[in-house]
T-cell receptor, first 112, second 112 residues
Framework: KAGVTQTPRYLIKTRGQQVTLSCSPI?????VSWYQQTPGQGLQFLFE???????NKGNFPGRFSGRQFSNSRSEMNVSTLELGDSALYLC???????????FGPGTRLLVL | GESVGLHLPTLSVQEGDNSIINCAYS??????FIWYKQESGKGPQFIID?????DKRQGQRVTVLLNKTVKHLSLQIAATQPGDSAVYFC???????????FGSGTRLQVQP
């Protein structure tokens, strides 16, 4: 069974732009969570989607948003990019809301 | 590959030795704990998990120990191999909450 896939793998943007990242969960998984990883803050939870609804949200500004489609694929969007948004963005999927989370390879975002 | 933490504590072991990686958690309400392994350029890879109704769980070459009294978690890797070199994260979760809270990570270096 294929793992979690994320596209693109690398992205360079400039301040003020917006970006959309995509995540395809493991087949059959319905819950998708997003995390931000930086050297300074480590891994931090952004939000979780299940059945196309945001179920949980971390402590990030409203510039960070997401959505989930009926096939469980998810996108996250960051608007008005700031230098501090440079990070590895990780997507994790699980069967249900109580299942083990399996991570994708991440999207490395660099904001210049 | 990218750095997941510039000042991570590092554990250096000889190939064939046993490794013990420790983690302290703070939320006494956490009832699910997971160990992840992250290699350079990759997302976190699930290793083993344990629920709070257990104090020990064994996998292939790995054992997780949970001490709820002192809120401490450890990962033991038997006969450590060069392929075990990576950053190891513990994560905790509370039933009903989806967000994983990650530790800061430990870098394991295996010397041949």
């Amino acid at each position: 069974k294929a793992g979690v896939t994320q596209t693109p793998r690398y992205l360079i943007k400039t301040r003020g732009q917006q970006v959309t990242l995509s995540c395809s969960p493991i087949s059959g998984h319905r819950s998708v969570s997003w995390y931000q990883q930086t050297p300074g803050q480590g891994l931090q939870f952004l939000f979780e989607y299940f059945s196309e609804t945001q179920r949980n949200k971390g402590n990030f500004p409203g510039r960070f948003s997401g959505r989930q489609f009926s096939n469980s694929r998810s996108e996250m969007n960051v608007s008005t990019l700031e230098l501090g948004d440079s990070a590895l963005y990780l997507c994790a999927s699980s069967l249900g809301q109580r299942g083990t989370q399996y991570f994708g390879p991440g999207t490395r975002l660099l904001v210049l | 590959g990218e750095s997941v933490g510039l000042h991570l504590p590092t554990l250096s072991v000889q190939e064939g030795d046993n490794s013990i990686i420790n983690c302290a958690y703070s939320n006494s309400a956490s009832d699910y704990f997971i160990w992840y392994k992250q290699e350079s350029g990759k997302g976190p890879q699930f290793i083993i998990d344990i629920r709070s109704n257990m104090d020990k769980r064994q996998g292939q070459r790995v054992t997780v120990l949970l001490n709820k009294t002192v809120k401490h978690l450890s990962l033991q890797i038997a006969a450590t191999q060069p392929g075990d070199s990576a950053v190891y994260f513990c994560a905790e979760n509370q039933t009903g909450r989806r967000a994983l809270t990650f530790g800061s990570g430990t870098r394991l270096q295996v010397q041949p």
